[in-house]
């Protein structure tokens, strides 16, 4: 059985799309088991409007909801211990549950997390990971806005976290991870990101295939199953990119009804359109991931509806199926064993030349 946390509480719509969420979760994934937080007041009348959830659940009463507008700060000193958010985490802390879904307030999530779960050895900042739709299929890209800056060590450490990742849900036995960029080659771009591209190929890591620089453009096509970047460039990525998707669409709704021959041709074009929706469909990939942390969270998109709450829940149970955490700690220790196994080799060296 895969247990997942729930807080109920979380999004622009609270309990009526998470526990509806739910309803499609326990539909496709019978071996998923809930752990629902919130305040019993709301969540009990719609729960009870979904049996099969409430019987492969146990709920909570939360005296505390975190609004979607609180500071982190604010919402860390009055939601710990007593907040729907909190719990979910924590049950994640005490190996009550294998993952945490919530579309609450995403500063508040991240504090929360941070502080109830911290970070796993050897790993100094978090990242927070978007699936990204691709010509090929799908890319991960992190980090989309946990962590402003990030130094080389940082940014390797996201390659090797995403890369385990890649692996949990797209079953890529050796993800191919690419820097984001400036340009491809080797001279180009800030010092931290060429410093992480060496390392890298120096630790030549047998749980990813590292492919080198890639450029914006390169998201979108797909050329490397992990995308790796700083949150700051990360986040401004993701919000042009859903920007355009939304232009984009705005502009084939326009086209197609400005003429009656225009109405006329969707008619014929109706298949081909209906592809082009499914394609662009948000509520199929929703759920960014965090990682780094001693424990699994995801954070639903909190304008979601349920199908997009589902996905980001069954992101979750997938993950949780696969011990991306066992494979995660993994792949760090193969990581550091490697780079402490060529610098002793070349200390060595220098020792016998002397």
Not at 176 to 192: H, I, P, T, W
Not at 216 to 224: L, P, Q, W, Y
Request: glycine share 12%.
């Amino acid at each position: 059985m895969i247990r997942i946390a729930i807080d109920a509480m979380g999004g622009d719509h609270g309990p009526e799309v998470t526990i509806s969420g739910l309803q499609k979760v326990v539909e496709r994934r019978t071996d998923a088991r809930f752990l629902i937080f919130g305040l019993a007041e709301v969540v009990n009348p719609v729960l009870q409007k979904y049996p099969a959830v409430a019987a492969v659940s146990t709920f909570t009463h939360c005296e505390v909801s975190v609004g979607m507008d609180e500071k982190p700060s604010q919402a860390l000193r009055r939601g710990r211990l007593k907040s729907s958010m909190w719990r979910s985490i924590q049950a994640v802390r005490d190996r009550e549950a294998d993952v945490c879904v919530s579309a609450g307030n995403t500063g508040a999530l991240m504090a929360m997390s941070k502080f109830c779960l911290r970070m796993m050895p050897g790993v100094e900042r978090p990242a927070l990971v978007a699936i990204w739709p691709t010509t090929r299929g799908e890319s991960l890209v992190l980090d989309v806005g946990a962590t402003i800056g990030a130094d080389s060590r940082q940014l390797v450490d996201f390659a090797i976290l995403g890369a385990a990742m890649a692996r949990a849900i797209f079953g890529v036995e050796r993800p191919s991870v690419g820097l984001l960029n400036v340009g491809v080659e080797e001279v180009k771009g800030q010092e931290d990101v060429k410093d992480a591209g060496h390392l890298l190929r120096e630790a030549d890591l047998k749980s990813l295939n590292y492919h080198g620089f890639v450029e914006g453009s390169d998201i979108g096509k797909g050329t490397v199953d992990v995308v790796v970047t700083e949150g700051f460039a990360g986040n401004i990525a993701l919000k042009t990119a859903e920007g355009t998707a939304r232009q984009i669409a705005g502009y084939l709704r326009e086209a197609m009804s400005r003429t009656l021959m225009a109405k006329i041709g969707y008619l014929f074009a109706r298949d081909a359109f209906q592809f082009l929706r499914e394609k662009m469909d948000v509520r199929k990939i929703n759920g960014g991931v965090f990682l780094g942390l001693n424990g699994l969270v995801v954070k639903s998109h909190g304008g979601a509806d349920d199908e997009g709450f589902a996905a980001a829940v069954e992101l979750g149970y997938d993950m949780g199926r696969s011990k991306l955490m066992d494979s995660i700690r993994r792949d760090l220790e193969a990581f550091h064993g490697r780079i402490a196994e060529k610098h002793g080799a070349a200390d060595d060296d220098s020792v016998a030349d002397d």
